[in-house]
Structure formats: structure tokens, C-alpha cells
Nanobody
Framework: VQLQACGGGLVQAGGSLRLSCAAS????????MGWFRQAPGKEREFVAA????????GYADSVKGRFTISRDNAKNTVYLQMNSLKPEDTAVYYC??????????????????WGQGTQVTVSS
């Protein structure tokens, strides 16, 4: 199983980035997917999640209205579109796969597989 996240980088406040996470080694379309982030000195936190079908999504309050999670099951890829970025969005972003939840979950403990992370830095 492999989750390969990419798309991070350095952007000015107010800018946008699109993260991608390509999955392989398992049946992607049967798993809910999530994005988490971890800033230096802080615990990893939930950002967004999406059901296996893409029909339902959920977001942390801190990103609601600015970030959009989506998926393409034909390409085994999940995306995170990040708009109106703020310096406090600076973190390493991780994608994760959850095979247990019927819908989606924000619980970090439920996710089965994790990607390696991609750095997002937002300058003020």
C-alpha cells in the first residue's frame, strides 16, 4: 500500500495550492479518505475527509469555506484544493485511507494507511 502526496510548496497569504494524493496497492474506491496536517510542535489534526463515493465530505472549522476535498476513483487520487491560505495553515499535510468507516471520520485513530506528507508554507 502506498499513498503519495504532492503539491505542497511556498505560497503567499491569500494564495492557493492544490494537493494530490495518489494511492496504490489497495482498492481505493472502497476507502474513505482524509487529509490531516501537523505544524511544528503541534499534534496532527484533522483537515478534511470524503466518503468512498465522494458523496459526502467534512471539514475542520478552521478550513471550512476555504478548502475543498475531492476524489477521482478512476485515477485512485484524492485532492485538497486550498484557497485563501493563511500563515496558520503552514504544516506538513498528510493523506490517509480509512476502510472501517461507512461515511467519513475526523478521528486520526481510525485511518489505516498514511502518506509521507507534503510541506505547505504560507508566508505573511
Amino acid at each position: 500500500v502506498q499513498l503519495q502526496a504532492c503539491g505542497g510548496g511556498l505560497v503567499q497569504a491569500g494564495g492557493s495550492l492544490r494537493l494530490s494524493c495518489a494511492a496504490s496497492g489497495y482498492t481505493f474506491s472502497r476507502y474513505a479518505m482524509g487529509w490531516f496536517r501537523q505544524a511544528p510542535g503541534k499534534e496532527r489534526e484533522f483537515v478534511a475527509a470524503i466518503t468512498w463515493s465522494g458523496a459526502s465530505t467534512g471539514y475542520a472549522d478552521s478550513v471550512k469555506g476555504r478548502f475543498t476535498i475531492s476524489r477521482d476513483n478512476a485515477k485512485n487520487t484524492v485532492y485538497l484544493q486550498m484557497n485563501s491560505l493563511k500563515p496558520e495553515d503552514t504544516a506538513v499535510y498528510y493523506c490517509a485511507a480509512d476502510r472501517q468507516t461507512t461515511g467519513w471520520t475526523s478521528s486520526i485513530f481510525v485511518y489505516d494507511y498514511w502518506g509521507q506528507g507534503t510541506q505547505v508554507t504560507v508566508s505573511s
